[in-house]
């Protein structure tokens, strides 16, 4: 199967700054990359996602980048608000498959 | 997208005892996922539900500890049997119409 390895764990920034957060997958075969965050207590929500024929996407203050090389893909945030601190997953998903594989996660704290 | 709803929203359950989760979509899709999120954790699939058939159960998972009906393209139901102290988690549903994967509320699960 897949596996999808996230850092860091844990990110602290200042709000306005950015923030990154990067994955790694193993499997060269996968071709669909979501994000998601979850606040506490809530459902996972999809915030972005970027398949393997595109090696950038951006949505206002958010990009995802895509290097099919690597096998890795980073999530960016850019002009950071309090609102935006949650827990960040990336995952992964087979050619052919359904189901997603999940990174283990990076909390986000940003401080006012 | 899909509206997703799922009962109980949280339960609090002895020993030995089996609880049984619901999902309900506004839709109907092909596939309904069903995953683990223990305390602090990522999510991990424990199965895949299709209508008609048996459930596809990932490494680690079994029927006999959690198993699952699909009567229909908008319901599906997964049991927790024979509860132990570990299977407290959060249980959350998933749906994937049109190739991006969506998320139930959860059911939070203490086992006693």
């Known amino acids: 199967g897949e596996n999808v390895e996230q850092h860091p764990s844990t990110l602290s920034v200042q709000e306005g700054d950015s923030a990154v957060i990067k994955c790694t997958y193993s499997?060269?075969?996968?071709?669909?990359f979501p994000w998601y965050k979850q606040e506490l207590g809530k459902r996972p929500q999809l915030i972005i996602d970027?398949?393997?024929?595109?090696g950038e996407k951006k949505d206002q203050r958010i990009a995802v980048t895509l290097n099919k090389t690597a096998k890795h893909f980073s999530l960016h945030i850019t002009e950071t608000q309090p609102e935006d601190s949650a827990v960040y997953f990336c995952a992964a998903r087979q050619t052919g498959a359904n189901n997603l594989f999940f990174g283990t996660g990076t909390r986000l704290t940003v401080i006012p | 997208s899909a509206v997703i709803s799922q009962k109980p929203s949280r339960d609090i359950c002895q020993r030995g005892t089996s609880l049984t989760i619901q999902c309900q979509v506004d839709?109907?899709?092909?596939?309904m996922f069903w995953y683990r999120q223990q305390p602090g954790q990522s999510l991990t699939l424990i199965a895949t539900?299709?209508?008609?058939?048996?459930?596809?159960?990932e490494s680690g998972f079994v029927i006999d500890k959690f198993p699952i009906s699909r009567p229909n393209l908008t319901f599906s139901t997964l049991t927790v049997s024979n509860m132990s102290p570990e299977d407290s988690s959060i249980y959350l549903c998933?749906?994937?119409?049109?190739?991006?994967?969506?998320f139930g509320p959860g059911t939070r699960l203490l086992v006693l």
């Open positions: 539900a299709n209508q008609g058939s048996e459930a596809t159960y």
């Open positions: 998933s749906v994937e119409p049109q190739e991006t994967q969506y």
């Open positions: 970027i398949r393997s024929n595109v």
């Open positions: 499997d060269s075969a996968s071709n669909y």
């Open positions: 839709s109907q899709v092909t596939m």
